[in-house]
């Protein structure tokens, strides 16, 4: 559009007092407005009077190009003879992104600078603008409707008024991260708990015993353990969400410092346009434009670790035209224009605008998203231009889930089951009694509620008491000491991981850079051998202070100790990196943790970092003590598409220009002389897991530089085709025939025992997917040297994909070789996920290993629930960053890291632990025995309810099919606490093989991935023996006693008491490794049942239990219900022995 914050209207912008009112007197000003408005238009256009020479089409793609999408790095970068640039040879100074290079295709809608001001004359102003860009002239044709709203379309903000008048237009600034309010709370938590089958089960039963012709036994019995499951469920939550809103409220009421106010202003109160002032620690409580440094450069730092998982500090600059205006002026004179909120951190398009003349366009580089923290010290000033939801921090956050095991599903599906057999059993009954009672439907829910032992509330009691051992047992075990369990609902999910996506940066890698080894093509220097380094840098200046390898480069080029200084001096020249000095120590600062490296590297030999401004360069030699300053002329900062950074100087003392350029071997290549050893050497060195850089570096004239000089600036003010311009200045004034000195390889330290935890989990059968926002280079590096790639592994690249076209012909190779690794960047990951989501997640998933680089925090959480989606399996994300939280959110098991980048990852996670290597033992050791308990637990409680129903049923058949209940009162209210729980819940204390062997032989693993150990076939096994043991236990017990009214004391009592020892038998059998806990277990609870009877002389004949026969029937109907059981299981066992106890005994031998 056009400029309508000239001249003529930015007074009306910036009078205070002007708000909603009409902006113009008259409208008589129309056209002088418009004439100006458009004379700017074309004067910011460049357009030449001469339109001779403009075709058509030329003059509609300025007018494109005027928008702000043009401001951006083009996405598709062309030459002048319109053939395709590749984008490894890309010029340095491109952007990483931007739009292409023509904005009217299909594939780019147009963007609208502003919405206009809802005045009379403003609207008349956009109509006549759109009427000529549109059609009145011809200039312009839309080819599609765009509706406009405030979230779709660019926003202007002035800051003397937005803050008033727009107050209600963007979001709040309030965070917010609970997952229930005061109404929510109670309906959300109910509908989490009966969506379950079987709690809803439990609640149907307990809601029928409040009907006096469906009562059976006590209304405690079924309404407290219920009542207690969702009381302790409440409580938790509670605690957890008051825990959240609490961090919530720390961070609204931030306070800060507003310029147009004169109290301190919360967080939460920050509305868009607002100028604030922060100082160094501060955290950014909104997304700002750096309009002011207390730094004379402009230069301020921020660490941006909680929001794209990188610890290095990241360099902001402030917007050249506010860097030196007064206070007051940042108030009443600017204006500014920023794009559309979107996810995008990495890309930001705007303009500011000061007194209504001057413009300058905003990057990414001018912004300080929400959530990072100022580094720099002193103090600096920006704007607000998005709150709330609308920042980058809020977008790039998924909602947290209720989270629910795989287990619940599973028995879930099984009371399913359960309850359909309780009916058939039901209604059968009652056929079988026929139908001449009237009453015959309340016979049927009476045996309902009689079976309804079947599905045991207790089973839900037993499960959740047992989650709360596991993450006691979890939180003291001493390997893995200092880990916190936040979610203690899914630890038997750890036992079925069958995907790993793990972050990189402070997860796989310390974030510890050091530079391992220089080439010089000829020679190499490694640790051992860094002296010589040193020696050689010793001799650097001369006796007089002058520089010798510079003046005599030509004269001494093959003699290796001038190559070693030339080498290092372009080292300690060519990178981004700022000394700062704290508490008289320095530290260096920089975007990148390499170039902080190197510089440390170049520290180490004798050459030093000393002071650097945006203008100049000071090194110290320090075996002389003397200094070298270089004139910064120009610097080219590193990017993902360029893969390069370069710096031009001028060093005073000899009046020498030169070029210095460093970057990734498959740029540089093309870029510096030819030779013979490069392309061998850098694949060494990557084997060896080193990121490698080539440098290099050029001689120029004073001419050529003066040249290139006003070449550069032109291109930089050109409104067509910037980026292509200034690629090709670049090109012919610099990137070609570099001197090529040597390379560097730099490790970045891995955590402790990666290697071999990784190969523990790929050996159990994990597949690990490292998504991270690191480049392509580097990601592959530390896959190399963490073994994520193996030696010899082919690895199946993919980078820089667009568009769909071709794009499946990528996968081709990947659906035959199945063990390849894949290696995407995330341009071609996001083109796959929204073209071809399903046919890349089709071959992907079988892959043993795939690397995402240049992830956004939201690819990292699509990936995670799409594979969730399309393969139904487990999957657990690992991180330490703020970045990595919806990842981690996303995922069935999220494990947070706490490390450098702070506990925000570790506060989002369901398990917290320090270090990488601690999850092989939570998977394989504390994830197997959760799962294997459980699974045993579950089908216990299950067993012990369904063998009394069979009894139940064996009673009514053989009592003419009356709905009687045979145990009453205390007796089922005993039966499932006093009696059998503390045995069968101390099966939450076994394990099946010893902690050594899970990795030892990790393939155990895959046993519990498979759900053997709860499975239909294992339920029906159960089942089985539930009603063999059953029909034996009241079959025998009728038999003895006869089941006439005055014998049903008799009954009970043998019937009950066989009925509470086969379970203690039954227990001790399942047990695989005994203890001190399970053997008083077992011994208290038979003592315990043997001191009760004498008080239960309601429900059993104790005179008969006090004779020999009654305890000769109770020995044999007991040896008649185990042992049969017994056998059957040693035998089966012994035939089809499980792959623990092979393993067990291949150890003992």
């Given at each position: 559009m056009l400029p309508s914050s000239g001249k003529s209207s930015s007074k009306f912008h910036n009078n205070p007092t002007f708000g909603h009112r009409d902006r113009r007197d008259s409208l008589d000003s129309f056209d002088l407005q418009f004439n100006n408005s458009f004379d700017a238009a074309l004067d910011n256009l460049k357009i030449s009077n001469n339109t001779d020479n403009l075709s058509r089409n030329s003059v509609s793609d300025s007018l494109d190009n005027f928008e702000m999408t043009s401001m951006g790095a083009a996405d598709s970068y062309r030459s002048n003879n319109g053939k395709s640039i590749e984008r490894d040879s890309r010029p340095l100074i491109e952007g990483s992104d931007g739009d292409d290079a023509h904005p009217a295709s299909?594939?780019?809608?147009?963007?609208?600078?502003?919405?206009?001001?809802?005045?009379?004359?403003?609207?008349?102003?956009?109509?006549?603008?759109?009427?000529?860009?549109?059609?009145?002239?011809?200039?312009?044709?839309?080819?599609?409707?765009?509706?406009?709203?405030?979230?779709?379309?660019?926003?202007?903000?002035?800051?003397?008024?937005?803050?008033?008048?727009?107050?209600?237009?963007?979001?709040?600034?309030?965070?917010?991260?609970?997952?229930?309010?005061?109404?929510?709370?109670?309906?959300?938590?109910?509908?989490?708990?009966?969506?379950?089958?079987?709690?809803?089960?439990?609640?149907?039963?307990?809601?029928?015993?409040?009907?006096?012709?469906?009562?059976?036994?006590?209304?405690s019995s079924y309404i407290v353990p219920l009542a207690f499951v969702l009381t302790v469920t409440m409580l938790k939550e509670a605690m957890d969400d008051i825990q959240r809103r609490r961090r919530d409220r720390e961070s609204n009421n931030e306070l800060y410092q507003v310029l147009s106010k004169q109290t301190l202003v919360p967080s939460k109160e920050?509305?868009?346009?607002?100028?604030?002032?922060?100082?160094?620690?501060?955290?950014?409580?909104?997304?700002?434009?750096?309009?002011?440094?207390?730094?004379?450069?402009?230069?301020?730092?921020?660490?941006?670790?909680?929001?794209?998982?990188?610890?290095?500090?990241?360099?902001?600059?402030?917007?050249?035209?506010?860097?030196?205006?007064?206070?007051?002026?940042?108030?009443?004179?600017?204006?500014?224009?920023?794009?559309?909120?979107?996810?995008?951190?990495?890309?930001?398009?705007?303009?500011?605008?000061?007194?209504?003349?001057?413009?300058s366009p905003l990057s990414v580089d001018n912004t300080m998203w929400a959530n990072t923290v100022v580094a720099s010290t002193g103090h600096c000033i920006a704007c607000v231009i998005y709150t709330g939801k609308d920042t980058r921090q809020a977008m790039n956050t998924t909602s947290p889930t209720v989270k629910t095991g795989l287990?619940?599903?599973?028995?879930?599906?099984?009371?399913?089951?359960?309850?359909?057999?309780?009916?058939?059993?039901?209604?059968?009954?009652?056929?079988?009694?026929?139908?001449?009672?009237?009453?015959?439907?309340?016979?049927?829910?009476?045996?309902?509620?009689?079976?309804?032992?079947?599905?045991?509330?207790?089973?839900?009691?037993?499960?959740?008491?047992?989650?709360?051992?596991?993450?006691?047992?979890?939180?003291?075990?001493?390997?893995?000491?200092?880990?916190?369990?936040?979610?203690?609902?899914?630890?038997?999910?750890?036992?079925?991981?069958?995907?790993?996506?793990?972050?990189?940066?402070?997860?796989?890698?310390?974030?510890?850079?050091?530079?391992?080894?220089?080439?010089?093509?000829?020679s190499a220097f490694s640790a051992e051998s860094m002296d010589m380094v040193t020696d050689y840098v010793s001799e650097l200046m001369g006796p007089n202070g002058k520089n010798p390898p510079t003046t005599n480069m030509t004269k001494k080029g093959n003699e290796i100790g001038t190559r070693v200084r030339d080498m290092i001096v372009t080292l300690a020249i060519c990178h981004n990196v700022t000394p700062t000095f704290e508490d008289d120590e320095i530290t260096y600062q920089a975007a990148s943790p390499d170039e902080i490296a190197i510089v440390k590297f170049t520290e180490s030999v004798g050459l030093s970092l000393f002071k650097r401004d945006r203008h100049s360069i000071t090194l110290?030699?320090?075996?002389?003590?003397?200094?070298?300053?270089?004139?910064?002329?120009?610097?080219?900062?590193?990017?993902?598409?360029?893969?390069?950074?370069?710096?031009?100087?001028?060093?005073?003392?000899?009046?020498?220009?030169?070029?210095?350029?460093?970057?990734?071997?498959?740029?540089?290549?093309?870029?510096?002389?030819?030779?013979?050893?490069?392309?061998?050497?850098?694949?060494?060195?990557?084997?060896?897991?080193?990121?490698t850089l080539v440098i290099g570096r050029k001689k120029l004239t004073k001419k050529i530089y003066e040249q290139f000089k006003e070449d550069y600036s032109k291109a930089s003010l050109s409104m067509l085709n910037r980026d292509t311009e200034m690629a090709r200045i670049i090109t012919k004034f610099l990137e070609h025939d570099l001197e090529l000195q040597g390379l560097t390889g730099v490790e970045d330290k891995l955590q402790k025992d990666v290697k071999s935890s990784i190969e523990l989990l790929r050996n159990a059968g994990i597949k690990i997917w490292m998504l991270t926002g690191d480049k392509v280079e580097t990601a592959r590096c530390v896959s190399i040297s963490a073994k994520l790639i193996a030696r010899g592994q082919y690895v199946h690249v993919i980078t820089k994909l667009t568009k769909p076209e071709g794009a499946l012909n990528q996968l081709e190779y990947l659906k035959v070789n199945r063990n390849a690794c894949l290696l995407i960047d995330g341009d071609s990951l996001g083109m796959f996920l929204h073209y071809y989501r399903e046919e890349f997640f089709d071959v992907a998933i079988y892959l043993p290993t795939v690397i995402a680089c240049r992830c956004t925090p939201q690819q990292k959480a699509d990936v995670a629930l799409i594979i969730r989606e399309l393969t139904g399996k487990r999957v657990c994300c690992i991180g330490d960053g703020g970045n990595d939280v919806s990842m981690i959110q996303s995922a069935d098991v999220g494990v947070g890291i706490v490390g450098k980048e702070g506990k925000q990852a570790s506060l989002a996670a369901d398990f917290s632990i320090t270090q990488f290597c601690h999850l092989t033992e939570?998977?394989?050791?504390?994830?197997?025995?959760?799962?294997?308990?459980?699974?045993?637990?579950?089908?216990?409680?299950?067993?012990?309810?369904?063998?009394?129903?069979?009894?139940?049923?064996?009673?009514?058949?053989?009592?003419?099919?009356?709905?009687?209940?045979?145990?009453?009162?205390?007796?089922?209210?005993?039966?499932?606490?006093?009696?059998?729980?503390?045995?069968?819940?101390?099966?939450?204390?076994?394990?099946?093989?010893?902690?050594?062997?899970?990795?030892?032989?990790?393939?155990?693993?895959?046993?519990?991935?498979?759900?053997?150990?709860?499975?239909?076939?294992?339920?029906?096994?159960?089942?089985?023996?539930?009603?063999?043991?059953?029909?034996?236990?009241?079959?025998?017990?009728?038999?003895?006693?006869?089941?006439?009214?005055?014998?049903?004391?008799?009954?009970?009592?043998?019937?009950?008491?066989?009925?509470?020892?086969?379970?203690?038998?039954?227990?001790?059998?399942?047990?695989?490794?005994?203890?001190?806990?399970?053997?008083?277990?077992?011994?208290?609870?038979?003592?315990?049942?043997?001191?009760?009877?004498?008080?239960?002389?309601?429900?059993?004949?104790?005179?008969?239990?006090?004779?020999?026969?009654?305890?000769?029937?109770?020995?044999?109907?007991?040896?008649?219900?185990?042992?049969?059981?017994?056998?059957?299981?040693?035998?089966?066992?012994?035939?089809?022995?499980?792959?623990?106890?092979?393993?067990?005994?291949?150890?003992?031998?």
């Open positions: 299909n594939d780019h809608p147009r963007k609208f600078q502003s919405i206009p001001r809802s005045n009379g004359l403003d609207s008349f102003v956009s109509i006549v603008k759109n009427a000529f860009n549109g059609g009145a002239l011809g200039l312009r044709k839309s080819k599609s409707s765009i509706s406009l709203n405030d979230n779709l379309t660019e926003r202007e903000i002035y800051p003397d008024t937005t803050p008033v008048y727009d107050k209600y237009k963007y979001p709040t600034n309030e965070v917010s991260n609970a997952k229930y309010n005061a109404v929510t709370f109670v309906p959300t938590l109910l509908y989490e708990q009966f969506k379950f089958f079987y709690n809803l089960y439990f609640l149907v039963v307990a809601l029928s015993q409040a009907i006096p012709a469906l009562r059976i036994g006590y209304l920050l509305k868009v346009g607002d100028i604030i002032k922060l100082n160094k620690g501060d955290r950014v409580p909104a997304d700002l434009v750096l309009l002011q440094s207390s730094e004379p450069s402009g230069e301020s730092f921020i660490k941006t670790d909680q929001l794209d998982g990188e610890t290095d500090w990241k360099l902001r600059i402030a917007c050249p035209l506010t860097q030196n205006v007064a206070e007051e002026d940042l108030q009443n004179k600017i204006s500014l224009t920023a794009s559309a909120p979107e996810k995008n951190i990495n890309k930001f398009l705007g303009k500011l605008t000061y007194k209504g003349s001057s413009s287990l619940e599903l599973e028995i879930n599906s099984i009371s399913k089951i359960l309850c359909a057999c309780v009916f058939i059993l039901s209604i059968l009954l009652v056929v079988f009694a026929g139908f001449n009672n009237s009453d015959w439907y309340v016979d049927i829910m009476r045996y309902l509620i009689l079976f309804s032992t079947i599905i045991p509330v207790s089973l839900r009691v037993n499960l959740d008491l047992a989650k709360s051992v596991y993450a006691y047992q979890i939180e003291h075990d001493n390997t893995i000491s200092e880990t916190i369990v936040r979610t203690s609902t899914i630890p038997e999910d750890l036992g079925r991981i069958e995907y790993l996506l793990s972050d990189k940066t402070g997860t796989l890698t310390q974030n510890d850079m050091q530079l391992k080894k220089i080439h010089l093509g000829s110290l030699h320090t075996a002389t003590g003397t200094t070298m300053t270089y004139q910064i002329l120009q610097v080219f900062p590193f990017n993902s598409d360029t893969k390069r950074m370069g710096i031009i100087v001028y060093e005073e003392k000899t009046d020498e220009y030169w070029f210095f350029e460093k970057g990734a071997d498959t740029v540089m290549a093309k870029i510096v002389e030819n030779n013979v050893w490069l392309e061998e050497e850098t694949g060494n060195m990557a084997r060896e897991g080193l990121r939570l998977l394989l050791w504390h994830g197997r025995n959760s799962y294997k308990r459980s699974a045993k637990l579950a089908q216990f409680v299950m067993h012990r309810g369904l063998i009394i129903a069979v009894c139940q049923a064996v009673f009514s058949i053989c009592s003419k099919f009356e709905p009687i209940a045979l145990y009453q009162g205390w007796l089922m209210v005993g039966y499932a606490t006093c009696y059998t729980m503390a045995p069968v819940f101390s099966l939450t204390l076994d394990h099946d093989i010893d902690e050594s062997l899970t990795k030892m032989y990790p393939e155990l693993y895959k046993d519990l991935t498979e759900g053997k150990s709860l499975s239909y076939k294992t339920f029906f096994v159960w089942c089985a023996l539930s009603l063999y043991q059953g029909c034996v236990i009241q079959g025998f017990s009728q038999s003895f006693t006869g089941i006439e009214e005055i014998y049903f004391l008799k009954m009970v009592a043998i019937s009950f008491t066989v009925l509470v020892f086969n379970e203690l038998v039954m227990v001790a059998l399942e047990i695989n490794t005994w203890n001190k806990i399970m053997a008083i277990t077992e011994l208290l609870t038979f003592l315990l049942y043997v001191i009760s009877v004498p008080f239960l002389q309601e429900y059993f004949d104790l005179e008969y239990m006090k004779t020999l026969r009654f305890l000769g029937e109770l020995l044999f109907i007991l040896l008649i219900s185990v042992f049969p059981v017994w056998a059957a299981k040693s035998i089966y066992r012994g035939l089809h022995p499980p792959s623990y106890a092979k393993v067990q005994e291949f150890s003992a031998v």
